[in-house]
């Protein structure tokens, strides 16, 4: 009996799939092991930005190596239909002040429109009893944006 290969998505339909979520995995590069971690993200139609805390693990893997694989996906709770896309590329900070306050914005944006829990905003260095805006205001988290793509595995079930 062949092997099923699991069919390939069109650019139109993983670009859906990345507009349509907010949550994703970046894998880094670490010591003996990759490391994984879950990141909020807004995507601009070309650019996936993310926003980071000022510490922990993933900042030394950034700046050690910043390849990552970056992997969005849906799926049904009993796997019935699941879309997922994996980008290879390099993660670069945004340093300047202007573009960090409209994709910040974007972020305020994003968890006002999903009606996200005030308690995500801890993965962003801000307390849950804070205004969104503070997001904006304030630059407790580094902006990192998504280039150099090298290769794109999008697949779904069918």
Same mark, same amino acid.
């Given at each position: 009996m062949d092997i099923l290969k699991i069919p390939r998505m069109e650019k139109e339909e993983y670009d859906r799939l990345i507009k349509e979520n907010y949550v994703s995995r970046i894998a880094f590069k670490g010591d003996a092991y990759p490391y994984v971690a879950p990141f909020l993200y807004v995507f601009d139609g070309r650019y996936l930005y993310f926003l980071s805390t000022k510490y922990g693990k993933k900042l030394r893997f950034f700046n050690e190596n910043p390849n990552v694989a970056v992997e969005i996906e849906r799926f049904s709770a009993d796997m019935s239909s699941y879309t997922f896309v994996t980008l290879l590329g390099q993660l670069a900070e945004v340093a300047d002040r202007t573009e960090g306050r409209r994709i910040r914005q974007r972020f305020v944006n994003m968890m006002t429109t999903r009606a996200l829990s005030s308690n995500a905003v801890a993965a962003l260095g801000h307390s849950p009893v804070e205004p969104l805006e503070s997001?904006? #205001?304030? #630059?407790?988290?580094?902006?990192w944006r998504l280039e150099k793509v090298q290769e794109i595995v999008a697949l779904k079930n069918a």
């Amino acid at each position: 009996m062949d092997i099923l290969k699991i069919p390939r998505m069109e650019k139109e339909e993983y670009d859906r799939l990345i507009k349509e979520n907010y949550v994703s995995r970046i894998a880094f590069k670490g010591d003996a092991y990759p490391y994984v971690a879950p990141f909020l993200y807004v995507f601009d139609g070309r650019y996936l930005y993310f926003l980071s805390t000022k510490y922990g693990k993933k900042l030394r893997f950034f700046n050690e190596n910043p390849n990552v694989a970056v992997e969005i996906e849906r799926f049904s709770a009993d796997m019935s239909s699941y879309t997922f896309v994996t980008l290879l590329g390099q993660l670069a900070e945004v340093a300047d002040r202007t573009e960090g306050r409209r994709i910040r914005q974007r972020f305020v944006n994003m968890m006002t429109t999903r009606a996200l829990s005030s308690n995500a905003v801890a993965a962003l260095g801000h307390s849950p009893v804070e205004p969104l805006e503070s997001i904006v #205001n304030e #630059n407790r988290s580094l902006i990192w944006r998504l280039e150099k793509v090298q290769e794109i595995v999008a697949l779904k079930n069918a």
